[in-house]
């Protein structure tokens, strides 16, 4: 790890997280690199501001209004009570006052409130309304690449006004006024011309599926496979490419090929759609999201499978869980030709899509896999609730299904549990820091400070019950917490999935 | 008919024009601007009596708001309790004769009066006190708690030191909901509360009391968890899947 370039926040002595005083422009030097020319013509950005950039703000701002209840209510609800003030962990981490939900949303409200209301028509500095200028936008590239949009503030607003929802307004305005992020840029690129968000070809996953196969096989003596592209397969995986040959992620994929060999299932990956996660989420561009989401339709097509299972992936889950249905039709009760096509095929006894959870926690239910719990007994294990998953999505048949169920399965497979502070975790889960479009060297500062929280939480367990492993179900936690728990001083060995813990304690029979 | 008569009669219907016609917009504008995502902040209801039974907890109780801030729900509640009581008594001067239990709530009415001001006073403070709202509050944040706080004392001054000829307000009262005219009593009071009250109505559908309406419309509340089962279309997403074929 090189050394930080900014001062690393300390740990607290609890699992709390003092509220600091607002220091006005503390993180205003965070800014996240600009997309280049290629990547943004690729997407149907201009790359740059051109003379008309005022023009196309309004325009985009207008259509959005029109496009979304969503911002078109949470722009007029907001009363400034302040409740939020307080909720998000980039302002904890920052004590920036642009960081505060309602201060983010402010950065559009007043925009809104200067072009499309009348009283900031006539008396703009009666009700905050401020001119559009080129200090307006780099704010909002500023700190709308400061928020990953993970809905905590949602939970605690009394309106339910998701500033994730004006995050995405903002950074589609602004990829289409020509201020893209490189980041998000450049992997909506990759899973668009490869087919995932690392650019990995085909042939080259290929190669990491063999590797990965004969090493487990070289661990357990049993030859679980990997299969890809297999037509007739009964369930297509669709799994963060991250999985396929980042530590620790590829330890969860092991996992689950295990369960998937275990339950003598039918499974296969695809090299079309090798990616669960979807940044058109992040940019809040619907058609990009959908374009991203159809390859996953056309592989289940392809393939012919009967059903499909997502693995361990936040946001991914929320737009597979959530979205997919609208936007791919994977799901049921469509009765339009569209979907009608893909519905009439998948096995109507499970759900569709199924999260890798529920489907692990079924076979546990149902007695078919076998653990030996002592196997993970170095380990004293808590789990972190990913924001996407804890609230924009459910697993199982109950609300709050997505907290209980991978809990469940960590107490399957380890004897050593213990909970986070109950303010944090559940529906209040803090947010690894680095979601929603922020994964990205050029915020580590943003990533390092915004983990704080997380961090006092987690250090509170370490300290007073031993903890030593934190089990994620995410993609970009997973990336996030293995670059940022050394700043905190915690090895990044205790970092992993859910089905990291799985693959440890599972009991695999000779073929 | 005095001059001061006819403009208060004037006021009124102008006010009530505005409340009632830029509300009903508003709902017209909310609710044909399309949902096209499922975003209910989970965990949610997954069937529509559930969600009606968490906006009633939302609305009845501010759940969210006392899971995130006890001070502001303190405040807020007897702010918008205090106020509901007291439009609830000032019932009484629109009808002859007067509901049983509109007679029955005047004296908790009064009462809700102290309350609401305590409410308003306690968010007010807010304002100065607390450095993140003092950051966020605008003008108007400051204006509308004024105007409310205005509104709630000058009405208490007719209630608790020196009260105005009720008879003849009541007439007056009337007169507007049935369109037959009579003088208003000119007490300075009264004046101003009911000055207040009509500005109050007149600015309801262009700031944010669109609250009001707005937590009815807000998707991460009143969506059902559904989307595996159901498939949510908006029409301008659905003329994307004919491209597909």
């Known amino acids: 790890m090189a050394a930080a370039q900014f001062e690393v926040p300390k740990l607290s002595d609890t699992a709390y997280t003092t509220v600091p005083k607002i220091q006005e422009g503390s993180m205003a030097h965070v800014k996240t690199f600009p997309a280049v020319k290629a990547s943004q013509e690729f997407l149907g950005y201009p790359f740059e501001l051109a003379d008309d950039w005022k023009e196309r703000v309004i325009e985009r701002m207008g259509q959005s209004l029109k496009k979304y209840r969503s911002l078109r209510v949470f722009m007029d609800a907001c009363v400034h009570c302040g409740a939020c003030t307080d909720k998000c962990h980039y302002f904890l981490g920052t004590a920036d006052p642009k960081n505060m939900p309602v201060a983010r949303q402010d950065l559009m409200r007043k925009i809104y409130r200067r072009y499309f209301t009348l009283p900031g028509k006539i008396a703009p500095w009666l009700v905050g309304a401020e001119d559009l200028t080129k200090d307006t936008l780099n704010d909002w590239f500023t700190y709308y690449h400061q928020c990953s949009e993970c809905r905590r503030c949602s939970v605690y607003c009394p309106y339910g006004i998701d500033t994730a929802e004006i995050t995405m307004a903002g950074r589609e305005i602004l990829n289409y006024a020509g201020m893209g992020q490189k980041y998000s840029s450049e992997i909506l690129n990759k899973v668009q011309k490869i087919g995932n968000n690392l650019g990995l070809p085909g042939p080259a996953l290929e190669d990491t599926l063999l590797g990965l196969e004969e090493d487990i096989e070289a661990d357990t003596g049993v030859a679980v496979k990997m299969p890809l592209n297999v037509k007739g397969a009964e369930i297509l995986l669709i799994t963060p490419s991250a999985d396929f040959f980042s530590e620790p992620h590829v330890e969860s994929l092991i996992g689950y090929a295990k369960v998937f060999h275990a339950a003598g299932a039918s499974w296969t990956l695809s090299s079309h759609a090798s990616e669960a996660g979807n940044f058109g989420l992040f940019n809040g561009n619907y058609e990009t999201m959908r374009t991203v989401a159809m390859r996953i339709r056309d592989a289940a097509l392809e393939l012919g499978v009967k059903r499909i299972i997502v693995g361990e992936c936040g946001h991914a889950w929320r737009v597979a869980y959530a979205f997919w249905n609208t936007l791919t039709g994977i799901g049921y009760g469509g009765n339009d030709p569209f979907s009608i096509e893909l519905q009439s095929k998948l096995d109507s006894r499970y759900k569709q899509p199924m999260h890798i959870c529920e489907y692990t926690w079924d076979l546990i239910q149902q007695g078919v896999l076998k653990f030996d719990k002592s196997l993970n007994d170095h380990r004293t294990v808590t789990f972190h609730d990913s924001c996407n998953v804890a609230r924009g999505s459910r697993m199982g048949d109950e609300p709050g299904g997505q907290f209980t169920i991978p809990r469940n399965i960590i107490r399957a497979v380890v004897n050593n549990y213990q909970d986070m502070a109950a303010e944090t975790i559940g529906e209040g889960t803090f947010c690894c820091g680095g979601g929603g479009g922020v994964l990205t060297d050029d915020l580590i500062e943003a990533r390092v400070k915004g983990a704080l929280p997380r961090m006092n939480a987690y250090n509170a367990v370490a300290q007073e019950n031993g903890v030593n492993f934190l089990a994620l179900i995410c993609a970009i936690c997973k990336a996030q917490f293995t670059k940022v728990v050394p700043y905190y001083g915690f090895d990044m060995s205790q970092v992993g999935g859910v089905h990291q813990l799985v693959s440890t304690a599972i009991k695999l029979e000779q073929d | 008919m005095s001059a001061l008569t006819v403009f208060y009669i004037g006021l009124y219907y102008v006010a009530a024009i505005i409340l009632i016609g830029g509300l009903a917009y508003r709902v017209y504008e909310y609710a044909s601007t399309p949902a096209p995502l499922n975003i209910p902040t989970t965990p949610a209801p997954i069937t529509k009596l559930g969600v009606r039974f968490r906006m009633f907890r939302e609305i009845a109780f501010f759940e969210s708001l006392f899971k995130s801030n006890k001070w502001i729900w303190v405040f807020g509640y007897l702010f918008h309790v205090g106020l509901a009581l007291v439009l609830l008594r000032h019932i009484r001067y629109f009808q002859e004769p007067v509901w049983f239990w509109v007679e029955l709530i005047q004296p908790f009415g009064m009462y809700a009066s102290l309350a609401m001001i305590a409410g308003l006073a306690g968010l007010w403070a807010r304002r100065f006190l607390v450095d993140r709202v003092r950051y966020i509050s605008t003008p108007s944040d400051h204006l509308i708690l004024v105007l409310l706080i205005a509104i709630g004392l000058s009405g208490m001054t007719m209630t608790f030191v020196a009260h105005t000829d009720i008879i003849a307000l009541k007439t007056f009262a009337l007169g507007l909901v ?68």
Request: no cysteine; proline share 12%.
């Open chain 2, 178 to 245: 049935t369109f037959d005219w009579h003088p208003l009593p000119s007490d300075g009071p009264l004046l101003v509360h009911l000055f207040l009250v009509a500005l109050l109505m007149i600015i309801f559908p262009i700031s944010k009391l669109l609250h009001v309406p707005g937590v009815f419309f807000s998707p991460t509340r009143n969506q059902v968890d559904n989307p595996r089962e159901r498939r949510h279309l908006a029409p301008w997403a659905a003329a994307l899947d004919k491209d597909n074929g």
